[in-house]
């Protein structure tokens, strides 16, 4: 017993001050950018590095995400340069940061966009950069405490292969920058060794605010608390730190400005904070948001709400890593608290951020185990952030370097290696069902395979609308990224909200959609437009004025167009669109369209301007030659609901309702 209370107090000793090492070469961190790179080849291949190949991106990768932020691109490349810098000429005025997109290579590259082919996509090359700069901030951060530089590297291989990191990466492409907050990480623990903050930290809270604002919490939390911590050792360091600390901050504000990512018409508020947040299982739950399985031999554990987004599985070598700092902690308790009391700051950060993550609605498994009540300051600032899963990454990062060192000072210099090695050796066995789904998701000939069965590339009808349209006129706004890529590809710029849920651009798109419907609806038809909507309503507000022209269908979508386009595929029998219907809505509270609750006598329909205001200016509804009497219509910007007199079982969807 006495001989472990020794070797853990080395430990705690290890994890307190940095081990005297050789100055990092460059050959170390060319070795570690390279296995960084190495990673993203095994996982991915070559095929995401092909800027001129973007199948996948039009399609989606790992769900829909990936559309968005390529549709974002397109519009951005498109746009005329302004102040700010990242506004997008359409889909709503929003600015780039609010597609996703990645703003600090979008106006890298819409600066060469004269010499770019037409078809470029750079979220590949992005990921593939992200990777090598993850090998080589994981390796500055481990040789701070290793001065092994096999033992180094292993370690670095745990870090490329992190499990959070590869499922993010293209499918949110700019929450897999991970490298800024190893890099913070890095900074930190660096300037115990200097005693005085670094500058550097300014550049990575710039380079936050260009890639996403999700990071800067995280990044500014660390910041402050380097601040913090620098300044209570070294009174004479108050100065520095508090400069660095305002100078950070004061940078990163003007660039959000500079970007448009602050003091934009895009509002900094949202919703579903408590619902996106991380369960209490999340570390040993390999279950990830899209339902990949991450891990060979442990089984998925159950979630709730929305725990699908809070993914933060360590992996089977991961958890391996944790043990030998564990039981250090627990044998040696005075050491321990003497440790806790040297990075109290740091402690007390990596807790808040585990706490914010969790959220105040905390979840176990499948179960609530319990919520409280927040301040609404607190909550409408924590909104902003909802979700709150991925605040935890930087706590994430520093369990596994607390593994790596735990090995560094327990294991005997002659196996330390070893165990590291099996370590990664487990790690990358237990996700390697992931690793190969993420392979087979870069093949080819499956790509192929999906974008010729897309609901838009693969249609006659849609390829025919991209070769003799000029443009897609919406009625109204359905938010779809593929609709959007498509549109934005084939140059159509279809008038498109993709913005994050929480965010509103500058453009009234509900004014452009009424001057759509005026345009038909007076007859001006636009010959060279394709006109769509998602709710089959407007035909019959549109159809009396326009006998001339033709109504096509796919899937949810009715085109709307001059007959002189052409279009491919058999127009749709006008006549059966001459009434209205009641929304095709079925959940909880409605069942195609009718109220399931009290007396069932209120009739929803999909709002638009002008179908709320012919129902306020009719009576009655007539369905299927029964009359019911109009009492009450309300709208709320989305839906229209409509009371009647009596039940109104009888006017659900598909039947067709006449108002007078």
Not at 341 to 358: C, E, P, Q, R, T
Not at 556 to 584: C, E, H, M, R
Request: aromatic letters at 14%.
């Amino acid at each position: 017993m006495e001989k472990l209370k020794i070797v853990c107090r080395k430990l705690l000793n290890c994890l307190n001050s940095p081990v005297p090492q050789k100055a990092v070469q460059k050959k170390d961190i060319l070795i570690w950018g390279f296995i960084g790179a190495f990673a993203f080849i095994s996982i991915y291949g070559l095929l995401p590095l092909d800027v001129t190949y973007d199948h996948w991106l039009i399609n989606g990768y790992d769900g829909s995400d990936a559309t968005q932020h390529y549709a974002g691109w397109m519009a951005f490349r498109r746009s005329p340069w302004s102040l700010p810098l990242g506004i997008i000429d359409g889909l709503g005025g929003t600015a780039v940061t609010y597609t996703d997109s990645i703003p600090l290579a979008a106006v890298f590259f819409k600066i060469l966009r004269g010499i770019l082919p037409e078809t470029f996509q750079f979220f590949g090359i992005y990921i593939f950069f992200c990777f090598i700069l993850q090998g080589i901030s994981s390796g500055l951060l481990i040789s701070i405490f290793s001065k092994d530089k096999i033992f180094t590297c292993l370690g670095v291989i745990l870090f490329c292969y992190s499990p959070i990191m590869i499922d993010r990466a293209f499918k949110h492409t700019a929450l897999a920058s991970h490298w800024l907050i190893l890099f913070t990480l890095y900074f930190y623990f660096k300037s115990r060794e200097s005693g005085k903050m670094s500058l550097w930290n300014s550049l990575i809270c710039v380079l936050s605010m260009g890639i996403h604002p999700y990071f800067l919490p995280v990044i500014f939390g660390l910041v402050f608390a380097n601040a913090i911590e620098l300044s209570i050792r070294d009174k004479k360091q108050i100065y520095r730190s508090v400069g660095v600390s305002l100078v950070s901050l004061l940078l990163t504000v003007s660039f959000g400005y500079l970007i448009g990512a602050l003091g934009t018409s895009s509002s900094l508020s949202g919703h579903g904070y408590g619902y996106f947040s991380m369960n209490l299982n999340a570390i040993v739950n390999p279950q990830g948001g899209s339902r990949i399985i991450w891990s060979k031999f442990l089984k998925p554990l159950p979630q709730i709400l929305g725990n699908y987004d809070g993914f933060n599985y360590l992996g089977l070598g991961g958890i391996f890593l944790l043990f030998p700092t564990v039981i250090t902690a627990i044998i040696n308790r005075e050491q321990s608290i003497n440790w806790i009391k040297k990075n109290f700051a740091l402690i007390i950060l990596s807790a808040g951020f585990w706490i914010f993550a969790v959220s105040n609605v905390v979840t176990f498994n499948g179960k609530i185990l319990f919520t409280y009540p927040l301040p609404e300051t607190i909550l409408s600032f924590a909104s902003i952030f909802r979700a709150s899963s991925r605040i935890f990454y930087p706590v994430y990062y520093l369990l596994i370097l607390s593994g790596i060192n735990g090995i560094y000072v327990l294991i005997n210099a002659n196996w330390k290696n070893l165990v590291l090695l099996a370590a990664v050796f487990i790690q990358l066995i237990d996700i390697s069902p992931a690793l190969s789904l993420k392979w087979r998701s870069f093949d080819r000939e499956n790509i192929e395979k999906t974008y010729q069965a897309s609901s838009f590339t693969g249609s006659l009808l849609w390829n025919s609308i991209a070769r003799s349209c000029e443009k897609i006129k919406m009625l109204d706004n359905t938010g779809d990224y593929k609709l959007a890529a498509f549109g934005e590809k084939y140059h159509l710029s279809p008038d498109l909200s993709i913005s994050s849920s929480h965010y509103s651009g500058g453009i009234d798109l509900n004014r452009i959609y009424q001057e759509n419907y005026h345009e038909i609806a007076a007859g001006n038809l636009d010959i060279n437009a394709a006109y769509v909507t998602s709710d089959e309503n407007f035909l019959p507000l549109l159809l009396p004025q326009n006998e001339d022209i033709e109504i096509f269908k796919d899937q949810s979508y009715f085109i709307i167009a001059s007959p002189v386009l052409k279009l491919s595929g058999k127009p749709l029998d006008k006549t059966q669109y001459t009434k209205f219907s009641a929304a095709n809505l079925t959940d909880d509270y409605w069942t195609a369209g009718i109220s399931s609750k009290e007396e069932c006598n209120i009739i929803l329909f999909k709002y638009s301007d002008p179908l709320y205001q012919m129902i306020n200016s009719s009576r009655n509804i007539i369905c299927n030659k029964e009359t019911y009497k109009i009492t009450d219509v309300m709208q709320d910007g989305n839906w229209i609901r409509v009371t009647v007199d009596r039940e109104a079982k009888g006017c659900g969807y598909p039947n067709k309702l006449l108002f007078q």
